[in-house]
């Protein structure tokens, strides 16, 4: 019995790698996405304490100048906060992309081994038709021998 073989086998490979290619780079934004957001989590934490050694200093009655360099660090960490929300938003706007990029990626490859599932399930059937054409063929041969004896 012949071999099966798929026509559009390097078709098939090259959207699997596409498919993996996608897949290394959603991945890869996701890792992005997660090493940000830490930092915006530990830029917030910073501001929170920070803010709190601000109520200790009004409450110890602290020098003027103290809390003016407490409320310009204060003021730069917010500033710093909102340039990672952005960084953030950006961030998950690629991440979007790549999603949609993965999605459009498997989607073609389903769609060629859907047409690989075919071809082979025909395969089967012309080998299995094959098969029991050769058999019924034996089966006459045999009929006939045991017919002539």
Not at 19 to 34: V, W, Y
Not at 72 to 77: A, E
Not at 89 to 118: F, M, T
Request: charged fraction near 40%.
């Amino acid at each position: 019995m012949n071999k099966f073989s798929f026509k559009l086998e390097p078709l098939y490979e090259f959207r699997q790698r596409l498919e993996e290619l996608s897949r290394k780079e959603f991945s890869e934004a996701l890792r992005t996405l997660s090493e940000e957001e830490s930092k915006l989590a530990a830029l917030k934490d910073l501001y929170r304490k920070s803010s709190e050694e601000i109520d200790k200093l009004k409450e110890e009655n602290a020098a003027g100048q103290e809390l003016d360099l407490y409320y310009t660090y204060v003021t730069g960490l917010k500033k710093h906060i909102e340039e990672q929300a952005r960084i953030i938003s950006s961030v998950k706007a690629g991440l979007e992309e790549k999603r949609r990029s993965l999605i459009e990626a498997s989607k073609n490859k389903k769609a060629v081994e859907i047409l690989k599932e075919r071809s082979y399930n025909l395969f089967v059937e012309g080998s299995n038709r094959e098969a029991q054409k050769i058999s019924d063929d034996m089966a006459a041969v045999r009929f006939k021998r045991k017919t002539h004896e």
